[in-house]
C-alpha cells in the first residue's frame, strides 16, 4: 500500500485501489484502543435520474436513504445490529446528498466486524415485505424533521435559491414519493451505485494494516467493478429562484435565514483552497470573534446563529440561519457587513493561528479525525495529507483577490416569523 | 495511565496522567443540592462569566485571548445529577509541546481571571451585561416547545411528581429570571465560590508535581465544606394506577414519554443488573423495544430507554403517529411483561455485557470520558471500571430478572400532535 504521511497529527495513511476499483485509505493509530470504519459508496439523494441501459431511469425521491435502511435485511434473517452488537461494538448507516456510509466502531472483534460490515453492505436482500414495512418508519423519521422549525427554513432556503439542483430536496424524500418505492427500484439502484469501483473503505484507529489489507482483499475477491451509470443532472442556474419569502410557523421567536449563491468561474485557486479562503472569509465577518457579532450581540439583535458553507457545481452557496427577535435590523447588520468588507493581517494571522490549533487537537480523536478524512474524500476524491502547510500558506494578498473575484449579490432570504403576535420577549 | 487524588481541604485535585492525547484538559465542578428557585440564576451566573471580566471588558476581547492562546477552548454547563446542581467550567488546551512553553499556564490563567474577576463594580454585576444574559436566556425559554422531545420529558416528569427535584426545568424558568438583578446575582456568585463543593479534574501528559502547583496557583477557594448530603434521590411509592397525562401541540408527530420508577434496590442491583436490564429494554438498535415497537409494528422511528440511576427511574420515549398511541403503549408494556417473565434469551444478557464492556474499554479514549468516570467513581460511589467490567460479566438472569420486576409503569405522557393541514 502507498504511504502518505498526514503532517501535523503524526499519523500515516495507507493507500491502494483493490483491481475492482475499491479505493482503501487506512490510517493506524497506535496509542489507541478504538477504531472507526466506514465502508461507504458515492450515492446519496443527488442523484435524481440515470442511464439504464438506454432508458433514463428517475426513481422515486428519497430511494438512497431508503435503500440505506433496506441494506439491514439478510437473508438468512440475521439483524446486523444483532451482530455488531454480540460483539460489543456499535454500528449505524447515515444518507447524505453525496454519499451512503456504513460505519461500525467499537474496541474488540475487529476481524470479524470488518468481515460483516463488507459482506452485509455487498449482499443486499430486498423483498414486497421487507420494503413495504419500512414506509411507517421512515414516515416517522420524515414527520420528526417537519416538526423541527429551523429544518423547515432552511429547505424552504434552499427550495428558493436552486431552480434544478436536488439539494433543494429532503434526503429522506417525501412521504408520497416513499410510498411509490419497490424492491424493485432498490435493486436497480444498489446495482447501479453499490460497485466497487464507486465505494472506498476508510479505517481509523487500532487496527494491523497488512492484516486489514489481506481481510478487504479476500472478501473482495469475487466481487467485480462495474459501470457506473451516466448520471442525467440538469445544470444549476446562476440566479436564485426567489429573493425574499416570509414563513408563518408555530414558533415564538422569529428566524432567518440567509443563502448567497457565488460563481467559482473566475477562481484561480483549487478546490480544497477555495474551500480554505471562503470559510476564512465568513469566520472573519461573522465568526463568534467578529466585530459583527460582538454588535449585533450588544444589541441583542442575535441569539442563534449557525453558518455553512456548500459547494455544488461551479458554485459554492454561503447559508447563514440565526434566530433574532428583530430579523430585520439583523439583516441589515448582516447586509452592511458584506458590503464593508476589511480583513487586517493581524485577524488573518489569529484564524490562521486558531486553524493550525484544530488541526493538532483533531489527532486526540479516532472518530473527529476519521470524519475530516471522509469529507476530504468525498470532496475532493483524495484526502489532503498537508492541510497544516495549506493553512500556513494562505495569505492576504490571495484572500484580497479571491475577494475581486467573487460576487455577494446572489442572495435569497426566509424570515421565519410566528403566526400570532407575541408578547414582546424583550425586557 | 495513573489516576492521582489529592484532597486539598476545599476542594478535591483529581490528576489523569495519560500520554494519550495532546490536549490538557481542566474541569472544574461546583456542586451543591438544588433549589429550584435557584436553577435560573445559576444558569444566568454561569452565563454572564463569560460575557466579560475585569480584564476582558467585552466576550469579543475573551474570545480573541481564547484564540491568542492556541484556541484554548473554554465553556460551562449546568445539570443536575440526583439532588445536586452541577456547575462545570471546561477548559481544553494544547500541550506546551506543539504551541510554546508557558502556554498552559497562561490559559489556566485565563479560566482564574473568568472565575475570580468577574465583571463587578459596587458589589453588583453591570447592568447591561445582565440585560444581554437575561434576553438570551427569556428566549430560550419562550423557545421551550421548539424540541419536542425534551419538552415531552419535561411535562413526563411534571406529571410523575411536580415536587421532585426530577421535574425541576433545567433550562429555567420566567418568573425566577424577572427576580434576578446585578446585586443579587453578584450575592449568589460569592455564595458559589465559597459554599460549593468543588472538585477539579485534569487530564493530560503532565508532570503532577508541577500541575498541582499550577492548580493552587491559580484556583483557590477559601472555605473547607462540611459533609454532603446524598446524590441519590429517595424512592417514591409507586402509583397503584398508571397516571396518563395528554396535551396537544401543533406537530407533524407525537411524543411519548413513560416514565418507570426503580421499587428499593441495593446498590448492586442499581449498578449491576440494573444496566443490563435497560440496555435489553431499550438500550440501542438491539434492544427488545427497537425490535419490536419500530421493526416488527413500524410504530415509530425512534424509541429507546434511559436509566437513571440517581433518580431512580427508568424513561422510555418514542416518537410515533398518534394514531397508534394505544397500540404502541400496549407493545411496550407487553415487551416489560415479558422480559419480567424472563422472557428473553442468554444471547441477549450476553449482548448486552458486551456493549457494557465496549463502553469501559472506550473510556480511557477521550478526556471527558475519564473525567466523568472519576466523577462517578468519586460521587456515585461506582468501584473503579475495571473491577465493574469484572462484576458485570458475573450478572445472571435471574439477577436481572429480579431487577426488571422492581420497575413499573406509573406514569405516561403524550405529547400529542395535532397539526391542522389548512394552518
Known sequence: MKKIELCGIDKTCYYDELENGLELYFVPYEDKKNYFISYATRYGSDILKFKLGSEEYTPPLGIAHYLEHKMFEEENGEDPFTFFSSNGTDSNASTSYDYTQYICYGTKKFNENLKYLLRFVNNPYFTNENVEKEKGIIGEEINMYQDMPDYKLEMCLKQNLYHKSPRKYDIAGTISEIDRITKEDLYKCYNSFYIPNNMFLLIAGNFDVENAYNIVKKEMKDIPSGIVPKIIEEKEEESVVKKKQVLKENIEVPKLAMGIKISNKNLKVNSFEQDLYYYMLTTILFGSSSEFRERVRNEKLLNDFYMEWEKIEDYHTFYLMATSLDVDRLLEEIEYELSHISITKNTFERIKKVWIANEVKMGDSVDKEESVLFDDIIKYHKIIPNRIDLIRKMNLTTMNNFLKSISFDNRSIVKMIPKEKKEDILE | ?423
Do not use: W
Open chain 2, 1 to 423: 495511565m495513573q489516576y492521582i487524588k489529592k484532597n486539598q481541604g476545599s476542594y478535591n485535585l483529581h490528576m489523569v496522567r495519560t500520554k494519550k492525547f495532546k490536549t490538557i484538559t481542566l474541569k472544574i465542578i461546583f456542586h451543591t443540592p438544588i433549589v429550584k428557585e435557584d436553577i435560573t440564576k445559576r444558569n444566568v451566573l454561569s452565563d454572564i462569566l463569560l460575557q466579560s471580566t475585569s480584564k476582558y471588558s467585552s466576550k469579543r476581547n475573551m474570545i480573541i485571548e481564547a484564540e491568542n492562546l492556541y484556541a484554548v477552548d473554554v465553556y460551562n454547563n449546568t445539570q443536575r445529577l440526583g439532588n445536586y446542581i452541577m456547575t462545570s467550567f471546561i477548559l481544553q488546551v494544547l500541550n506546551d509541546r506543539y504551541t510554546e512553553e508557558g502556554n498552559v499556564e497562561k490559559a489556566f490563567e485565563f479560566l482564574n481571571e473568568i472565575l475570580f474577576h468577574p465583571d463587578v463594580c459596587n458589589n453588583s454585576f453591570r447592568e447591561d451585561k445582565l440585560s444581554l444574559v437575561k434576553n438570551n436566556c427569556r428566549v430560550a425559554l419562550s423557545e421551550l416547545k421548539e424540541d419536542t422531545y425534551d419538552y415531552c420529558m419535561i411535562r413526563l416528569k411534571e406529571a410523575y411528581d411536580k415536587n421532585s427535584p426530577v421535574s425541576y426545568r433545567m433550562i429555567g424558568y420566567v418568573e425566577d429570571l424577572e427576580k434576578i438583578d446585578e446585586h443579587n446575582l453578584y450575592q449568589y456568585y460569592l455564595n458559589m465560590i465559597d459554599s460549593d463543593y468543588v472538585d477539579i479534574f485534569v487530564v493530560g501528559d503532565f508532570n503532577p508535581k508541577d500541575m498541582l502547583e499550577m492548580v493552587k496557583k491559580n484556583f483557590h477557594f477559601r472555605k473547607v465544606k462540611k459533609e454532603k448530603m446524598k446524590y441519590e434521590l429517595d424512592n417514591k411509592t409507586v402509583r397503584k394506577r398508571r397516571l396518563i397525562a395528554k396535551e396537544k401541540e401543533e406537530n407533524n408527530q407525537s411524543k411519548l414519554g413513560i416514565l418507570c420508577p426503580l421499587s428499593k434496590m441495593k446498590d448492586y442491583e442499581k449498578n449491576y443488573p440494573m444496566v443490563l436490564a435497560n440496555i435489553i429494554l431499550g438500550g440501542g438498535v438491539d434492544s427488545k423495544l427497537f425490535k419490536t415497537v419500530r421493526e416488527k409494528y413500524s410504530y415509530c422511528y425512534s424509541i429507546f430507554s434511559s436509566y437513571y440511576k440517581l433518580d431512580q427511574m427508568i424513561v422510555i420515549s418514542a416518537g410515533i403517529d398518534k394514531e397508534n398511541y394505544s397500540k404502541t403503549l400496549k407493545e411496550i408494556t407487553d415487551v416489560l411483561n415479558q422480559l419480567k417473565k424472563g422472557k428473553f434469551q442468554d444471547k441477549d444478557i450476553k449482548i448486552a455485557k458486551e456493549l457494557y464492556n465496549n463502553s469501559i474499554n472506550s473510556i480511557e479514549e477521550s478526556p471527558m470520558n475519564l473525567i466523568s468516570e472519576y466523577l462517578s467513581e468519586e460521587i456515585v460511589g461506582f468501584e473503579t471500571y475495571k473491577e465493574r467490567e469484572k462484576i458485570m460479566n458475573k450478572v445472571s438472569k435471574k439477577e436481572i430478572i429480579h431487577a426488571l420486576k422492581k420497575i413499573k409503569i406509573d406514569t405516561v405522557f403524550l405529547l400529542e400532535g395535532d397539526k391542522n393541514e389548512e394552518n
